[in-house]
């Protein structure tokens, strides 16, 4: 069967500019669908259902467990967070890419669910660099900060498995990797009509 | 081992117009090396050794095959055509990419020898399209022209061995995605030093 759109994973360690760099890379590419979250957790002030999150309650979000609607998803101190799989196939099959930002562990279950998807792993380019985003974020308490560090430092040594990795130094030239990266997986003959070109060719 | 730079292989049938676009993608690229092929037929007036091709004797051509120290070679008309395997690893071992422009039988024999290379097809959109092409540059015959156009349409049921497909639709925007592509095969982890990175979140 051909696929029509790539399924575009971006993932990384927390803190390694995910979010950062699918914006600046965003406003380069407007062709993308940006896949969104489902989430058990409570709806914040401005947040808006079904562009920042589908917000669902716990029964809901269980029977899409159960009912296999989820390409991926996970348990995050109580709450459930999770990638509702039907806009990704809608999208890639009328021929959209699809970006999905994702952490480590999620972006290894869509590999699984879903083979032929692209996996990006972006990272700052030292653990010192990684701190001082989670530190000018602060979001975390020292002891997280400390924890996130560690997992970082574990979350590298399964790059190999990842099938592009970005160094994010900058974010205007980390997003034009991204950007490149994409491009060159529109390239791929599994993705194009190749019947229709062999026709052409008759 | 890691692999330092790409060897990326740019193929396609005889009038796809793998040599404009290389130029097109020269011109916004300077730091990639282009490959030199080796061959026993006569030098041309304005044709410089070295460069345009490595001029050899019949006994030097083939004691290069006998050493093997030819990525690929074929004889076409009774005439040697090869690639010097040398100056193609020691550009990969600086970290530089090295451009090979080849006939779809030599791509897939670099990819045997080397298997991590990047195998690039480009055609035109059509039998037509291709024909035209053909005519248009006006150094074969009618009968050797409708020879490459046969030998065309059997080259792109191969195009699924390849890692990439470039409809050569316009010289630009086709040279664009060579180098997208290239930039996209510098993020290969294989490629980068993921060592020195992993030291740096010690």
């Keep these: 069967m051909r696929i029509k759109g790539n399924l575009i994973v971006i993932s990384g360690p927390s803190g390694s500019g995910k979010g950062t760099v699918c914006k600046a890379m965003f406003a380069s590419m407007t062709d993308l ?74 972006a290894f279950k869509v590999r699984k669910k879903f083979p032929t998807c692209v996996l990006i792993f972006l990272i700052p380019p030292s653990r010192s660099a990684l701190e001082k985003r989670l530190k000018n974020r602060a979001t975390d308490s020292d002891e997280e900060i400390e924890r996130r560090l560690k997992w970082a430092e574990s979350e ?31 390239c791929r003959p599994a993705l194009l009509d190749i019947e229709s070109l062999m026709q052409k060719y008759r």
Excluded at 158 to 180: F, G, M, P, R, S
């Design 33 to 106: 669908h940006l896949s969104t979250s489902a989430t058990t957790r409570k709806q914040r002030v401005g947040e808006q259902d079904g562009v920042d999150y589908y917000f669902l309650s716990r029964p809901e979000f269980e029977s899409m467990i159960a009912e296999e609607q989820l390409l991926e998803w996970a348990n995050v101190y109580g709450q459930y967070y999770g990638t509702p799989v039907e806009p990704v196939l809608n999208a890639v099959n009328r021929g959209q890419d699809v970006i999905l930002e994702i952490d480590v562990q999620g």
């Design 156 to 186: 590298i040594q399964q790059v190999e498995y990842y099938d592009y990795l970005i160094i994010n130094d900058e974010v205007e030239k980390a997003a034009d990797k991204v950007v490149n990266i994409i491009n060159a997986e529109r």
